[in-house]
Each structure stands twice: as structure tokens, then as C-alpha cells.
């Protein structure tokens, strides 16, 4: 590769060409034959977000530059285990959740935050439509805030805008490259565009959304007016860790992590084992009930996993999957 190659920005990626930004200028471009080669854990070679060196005739994508963080989950209907990248290169992550039409879904919004703690990419979870169901509102904003995590609870509806809520939300975009993930109909398109005068993202119905038809259908990576970029993502139905292992899991949990000091075993997983800290917070109302099933689904999906890998069919999670969050 010569230094003097040109470098792109992957703003989308459709079937067979790549939407890329070059010097401020928006091109289609295809993938070099040589990145699809290498048979790696990934689903794609590249995802929106990455940066790209083209080829010297400038017409096509040759090489993915390194990442400075990806968030991506366990891709589905694969032959293997390999990881689906949704964006790379982000600054921040945010889960947006409805209270209400469609339900709030502690297991998608946990999968979410975990990702993101795992790469070490701040996450803010977004609660929606709080003026349909206040009292739920509350209840998940008491349960993430006590977990640790930044909540923003907003409404976009006439009569009932939480304005302070939408300006905060306004200034943590522009001041990031943010990846935008939750459920289809959970809202995450109309607080784009309340908070984001310009963006005008299709918004869909809730009808629509129940036959199956996405407000998104792809990932891009948009600019936005005032500095910071936004990726709109598909509204996903569920969010599985790749190549995590049982161990590493709790970290990822900042409340079980801070507990695991007082269990009786340093390598307690929180589930069977006697005199575990976790547990007795558990029933002591101190751990909540939805954030420990999480924890409990997840970890069930590690210890298969590691099962595989003894047996020879998980080579992918050979030496990995075992480090705490700020560890290399």
C-alpha cells in the first residue's frame, strides 16, 4: 500500500457497492476481490464507519484501516459463529427503548449496553414515548440508573415534549459519532428528527412496523448539521454477544461486578454457587430482577459456547473472551 493512496469514509453499504466520502465527495465504489479472501469472524469485511484506502486508480475500496471501536453482535442464520459489525469508529452508543407500543425489552436493551462495555464505548440508554406510560418510565429509569447507566427519558409529542431531555440528547449528537439501536417502532427515527432539525428521517407507523415492514432498512452514516455524525440503524429484535466468555460477563454488569468481591468464590458466575453476593442482593431487592435474567440468558449462551469450544467446534473463542472491559 503507498502512503499516498486516498482514504474514504463508509457512509453505507449496499449489495455490491460501498457509499463512501471522499474529500467531501459522495462516490460508489466496489470492494477489491482480495477482502473477501480472508475467511474471518466477521459476517462482512467491512461495516459503515470504517475507514478505507482506495486503489490507485482511486475506483475501488483495497484495504480497512484499524478500528478505533466497533459495536457488533452474534450475526444470525450463519453456518458459524461470526459477528455481524453494525458501525466502527464510534464515539457513542445509544439504546432507545419505548415505554409503551412497542413494550420496553430489558433483554435487547441489556444486550445493547453489554456490547457496548465490552468495546468500552459509552452508552446512553433513551427511553421513549414516556408520555404514554409515566409510571413505567420511571420504573426502568430507577433500574438503569441504579445499574450505572447514563438515562435520557424523552417524549416527542405535541403538549408533552420533555424539552430539557431533547437538548441534552441534541448535544451528546453533535458532539460524537453516535450508532442508534433498539427495537423497530421504538421511536429512534422521530428523535432524530426532534432533536435534529434537517435530518427528516422516514418515520413509519406501528401497523407497518407489526407486518414486519422497518422504518430503516439500512445503515448510514449521516452528517449532521452542527458538527457530529448519526447512524440510524434497522430496528433490531434481539442483541446476542459474540465470542464472550462466562467469565468476562459480569464485568460487563457494572452492579454484579461490584459485588463480586463479597461472594465466597473469586470465580463465582452468579449462579449456583453458595454464598454468592449477587444472589442474596437479588432477593434483597438490591440487584434488579430483569438485569440478573439478562445477566442469566446471556451466561447461558457463554457456558454453551465454552462447551463447543472444548469439543472442537468453537475455534473462534480459542484464548478469547475471558478479559474484563479496559483490558487488551
Known amino acids: 500500500m503507498q502512503p499516498s493512496s486516498p482514504q474514504a469514509l463508509v457512509l453505507r453499504i449496499d449489495a455490491k457497492v460501498c457509499h463512501v466520502e ?38 475501488a475500496i483495497d484495504a480497512v484501516l484499524p478500528r478505533s471501536s466497533q459495536l ?6 450463519e453456518g458459524e459463529e461470526r459477528a455481524q459489525v453494525l458501525a466502527a469508529n464510534l464515539t457513542q452508543v445509544l439504546a432507545v427503548a419505548s415505554t409503551a407500543e412497542p413494550p420496553f425489552q430489558p433483554e435487547l436493551v441489556d444486550g445493547i449496553l453489554a456490547a457496548a462495555a465490552r468495546e468500552r464505548i459509552p452508552a446512553t440508554l433513551v427511553l421513549a414515548k414516556i408520555d404514554l406510560d409515566p409510571t413505567a418510565a420511571a420504573f426502568w429509569r430507577q433500574v438503569y440508573a441504579h445499574a450505572g447507566v447514563h438515562v435520557i427519558a424523552t417524549s416527542t409529542k405535541a403538549g408533552h415534549e420533555t424539552a430539557a431531555a431533547l437538548q441534552e440528547l441534541a448535544a451528546l449528537l453533535h458532539q460524537n459519532r453516535t450508532v442508534v439501536c ?22 413509519g407507523d406501528l401497523n407497518h412496523i407489526r407486518q414486519g415492514r422497518h422504518t430503516t432498512t439500512h445503515t448510514e452514516l449521516l452528517p449532521l448539521p452542527g458538527g457530529g455524525h448519526v447512524l440510524d440503524t434497522p430496528g433490531v429484535r434481539n442483541f446476542h454477544l459474540f465470542a464472550t466468555g462466562s467469565q468476562e460477563l459480569q464485568f460487563l454488569f457494572p ?16 449462579a449456583e454457587e453458595r454464598q454468592c453476593a449477587v444472589r442474596k442482593a437479588l432477593d ?27 469439543r472442537g467446534g468453537r475455534p473462534e473463542l480459542r484464548g478469547k473472551g475471558r478479559r474484563r472491559p479496559g483490558r487488551r
Open 22 to 59: 471522499v474529500d467531501g465527495e459522495r462516490r460508489q465504489l466496489p470492494l477489491a476481490g482480495k477482502l473477501f479472501e480472508d475467511r474471518s469472524r466477521e459476517r462482512r469485511p467491512l461495516a459503515v464507519g470504517d475507514r478505507v484506502v482506495l486503489d490507485a486508480t482511486g475506483k
Open 255 to 270: 452492579e454484579l461486578a461490584a459485588l463480586l468481591p463479597q461472594c465466597e468464590f473469586r470465580s463465582c458466575l452468579h
Open 284 to 310: 434483597e431487592g438490591r440487584v434488579a430482577e430483569s438485569r440478573y435474567r439478562s445477566y442469566r440468558t446471556m451466561l447461558q449462551d457463554a457456558l454453551e459456547a465454552e462447551r463447543l469450544e472444548v
Open 182 to 203: 433498539g427495537l423497530s417502532g421504538a421511536g429512534k427515527s422521530s428523535l432524530l428528527n426532534a432533536v435534529v432539525p434537517g435530518v427528516n428521517l422516514r418515520v
Open 72 to 77: 457488533h453482535r452474534r450475526a444470525t442464520g
